[in-house]
Nanobody
Framework: QVHLVESGGGMVQPGGSLRLSCAAS???????????MNWYRQAPGREREFVAA????????LYADSAKGRFTISRDNANNMMYLQMNSLKFEDTAVYYC?????????WGQGTQVTVSS
C-alpha cells in the first residue's frame, strides 16, 4: 500500500518561504517513478484544490494560476521524495497541503501538513 507523509508546514509571515516535502513508501508493485505526483491544498470552509503537478520523470510540471511564479514542484525518484518550494507566500495560501500520487487512475493521499501565513 502506497503511503505518503507530508512535512515542512508551519507558520510564516507574508512574503516568506516554506519548503514542503512528501515522503513516499510502500511501492511493492510499481516504483515511485511510475506515479504522477501532485500537490493539493484545502483552506477552511473551501474545497480541496489543485496546486501543482509533476510528471513521472519530473520533466514536466503544471501549476494552478495561484501558484505560478511563486511555487516550484520537484521530485527525487531515487529517494521517493517530492517537494513544493513556496516563495512569496500570501495570506490566501493558508491551507492544509496534501501530497497525491496517481497511477492508472488510482490515487493515494497523505494526511496533509498545515501552512499558515500570518503577520
Amino acid at each position: 500500500q502506497v503511503h505518503l507523509v507530508e512535512s515542512g508546514g508551519g507558520m510564516v509571515q507574508p512574503g516568506g518561504s516554506l519548503r514542503l516535502s512528501c515522503a513516499a513508501s510502500g511501492f511493492t508493485d510499481f516504483p515511485f517513478s511510475s506515479y504522477a505526483m501532485n500537490w493539493y491544498r484545502q483552506a477552511p470552509g473551501r474545497e480541496r484544490e489543485f496546486v501543482a503537478a509533476i510528471t513521472r520523470a519530473g520533466d514536466n510540471t503544471l501549476y494552478a494560476d495561484s501558484a505560478k511564479g511563486r511555487f516550484t514542484i520537484s521530485r527525487d525518484n531515487a529517494n521517493n521524495m517530492m517537494y513544493l518550494q513556496m516563495n512569496s507566500l500570501k495570506f490566501e495560501d493558508t491551507a492544509v497541503y496534501y501530497c497525491n500520487a496517481v497511477r492508472d487512475s488510482r490515487g493515494y493521499w497523505g494526511q496533509g501538513t498545515q501552512v499558515t501565513v500570518s503577520s
